[in-house]
């Protein structure tokens, strides 16, 4: 078992290091200055030539690397160019609506597709499976962003339950703020749900047709017992590869709903930093949702063992 968590660690850290990597040269090359940004475009040279010191960004683009890598090593994320706070202090605060969002919308997810997918695995061929199917592939279909905006339209102009859009804070209570949250993590689950029914669907139908599903049945065991019992804990594999990355899917989608719903959270604050150039706040956001989601499927490795320990006793 110690090897097999050391050689997942160490491709933990390296797919990090390759992230960082990647998001500091994305960011190294795109157009434009903030210095000049931050300045006004009427600027004097010399006075965007003093802040460019200032920021850092004069110096070479390795050394500037090293410095932002080994900040973040030390836990100082650097000051916001456009906020001139903490990029830490940002991200946190931010956070604490984005978190809670993805893991509602993996939960709404979870409990949808599961519940779904086992329906129509055991009504395979019949008018629940067909029908599920069907509502399945419309879901896949429709964007996140433009059902939410339907939801709204619902939910918040025609019935008025719910505000339109906005957090009040946890420190208003957490029904509601969870109450803000439910619109937006249902259209972030939506898309989501539709395809792990099909995976989940898919996965039981294949275990189903095993043959020590078909000797448990001969001995007597029933169907509802042999799902259960048998069918479904060798059916999560797929279904919880699948459930790792839409848990990437959901942190990526909280950029667009979060916009589209006015909520505060960690895709806000991307989507303003690159409209201002903030690249620190950038850099260290993006390198963020990279870490999670590495740190993700470096859970769903873990639960592979659990799960199936012929994949632990094969690594080793």
């Not at 509502?135 to 339950?161: D, E, H, M, R, T």
């Given at each position: 078992?110690?090897?097999?968590?050391?050689?997942?660690?160490?491709?933990?850290?390296?797919?990090l290091?390759?992230?960082?990597?990647?998001?500091?040269?994305?960011?190294?090359?795109?157009?434009?200055?903030?210095?000049?940004?931050?300045?006004?475009?009427?600027?004097?040279?010399?006075?965007?030539?003093?802040?460019?010191?200032?920021?850092?960004l004069?110096?070479?683009?390795?050394?500037?690397?090293?410095?932002?890598?080994?900040?973040?090593?030390?836990?100082?994320?650097?000051?916001?160019?456009?906020?001139?706070?903490?990029?830490?202090?940002?991200?946190?605060?931010?956070?604490?609506?984005?978190?809670?969002?993805?893991?509602?919308?993996?939960?709404?997810?979870?409990?949808?597709?599961?519940?779904?997918?086992?329906?129509?695995?055991?009504?395979?061929?019949?008018?629940?499976?067909?029908?599920?199917?069907?509502?399945?592939?419309l879901?896949?279909?429709?964007?996140?962003?433009?059902?939410?905006?339907?939801?709204?339209?619902?939910?918040?102009?025609?019935?008025?339950?719910?505000?339109?859009?906005?957090?009040p804070?946890?420190?208003?209570?957490?029904?509601?703020?969870?109450?803000?949250?439910?619109?937006?993590?249902?259209?972030?689950?939506?898309?989501?749900?539709?395809?792990?029914?099909?995976?989940?669907?898919?996965?039981v139908?294949?275990?189903?047709?095993?043959?020590?599903?078909?000797?448990?049945?001969?001995?007597?065991?029933?169907?509802?017992r042999?799902l259960?019992?048998?069918?479904l804990?060798?059916?999560?594999?797929?279904?919880?590869?699948?459930?790792?990355?839409?848990?990437?899917?959901?942190?990526?989608?909280?950029?667009?709903?979060?916009?589209?719903?006015?909520?505060?959270?960690?895709?806000?604050?991307?989507?303003?930093?690159?409209?201002?150039?903030?690249?620190?706040?950038?850099?260290?956001?993006?390198?963020?949702?990279?870490?999670?989601?590495?740190?993700?499927?470096?859970?769903?490795?873990?639960?592979?063992?659990?799960?199936?320990?012929?994949?632990?006793?094969?690594?080793?």
């Amino acid at each position: 078992m110690s090897v097999f968590l050391f050689k997942r660690f160490l491709t933990f850290v390296a797919t990090l290091l390759g992230a960082s990597i990647v998001v500091f040269l994305a960011l190294e090359i795109l157009p434009g200055d903030p210095a000049q940004v931050m300045s006004g475009t009427d600027a004097p040279p010399e006075v965007v030539e003093n802040l460019r010191r200032k920021l850092g960004l004069d110096r070479p683009p390795l050394e500037r690397y090293f410095a932002w890598v080994g900040g973040l090593l030390q836990g100082d994320l650097g000051i916001s160019y456009a906020y001139s706070t903490p990029v830490g202090e940002l991200i946190a605060e931010r956070m604490k609506v984005t978190l809670p969002l993805a893991l509602i919308a993996m939960a709404l997810t979870t409990v949808a597709a599961l519940a779904l997918g086992l329906f129509a695995a055991q009504r395979h061929g019949r008018l629940g499976d067909v029908g599920i199917m069907g509502v399945s592939q419309l879901g896949i279909a429709i964007p996140n962003f433009w059902f939410g905006i339907l939801l709204i339209l619902l939910f918040a102009v025609k019935l008025q339950w719910v505000a339109a859009g906005g957090f009040p804070g946890w420190e208003e209570g957490v029904w509601p703020a969870i109450r803000a949250l439910l619109l937006p993590a249902i259209a972030l689950a939506t898309v989501q749900a539709a395809i792990l029914a099909r995976i989940t669907r898919s996965a039981v139908l294949e275990v189903l047709r095993e043959d020590f599903v078909r000797t448990a049945r001969a001995k007597g065991l029933s169907r509802r017992r042999a799902l259960w019992t048998h069918v479904l804990r060798n059916a999560l594999i797929p279904v919880i590869t699948i459930m790792g990355l839409q848990f990437s899917n959901l942190l990526a989608g909280t950029i667009v709903v979060e916009n589209v719903f006015y909520l505060p959270g960690l895709g806000r604050l991307i989507f303003q930093a690159i409209s201002n150039r903030d690249l620190i706040v950038v850099k260290d956001a993006v390198l963020l949702l990279a870490a999670m989601v590495v740190a993700v499927n470096f859970v769903v490795d873990l639960l592979y063992a659990v799960i199936d320990p012929r994949l632990k006793a094969h690594d080793v």
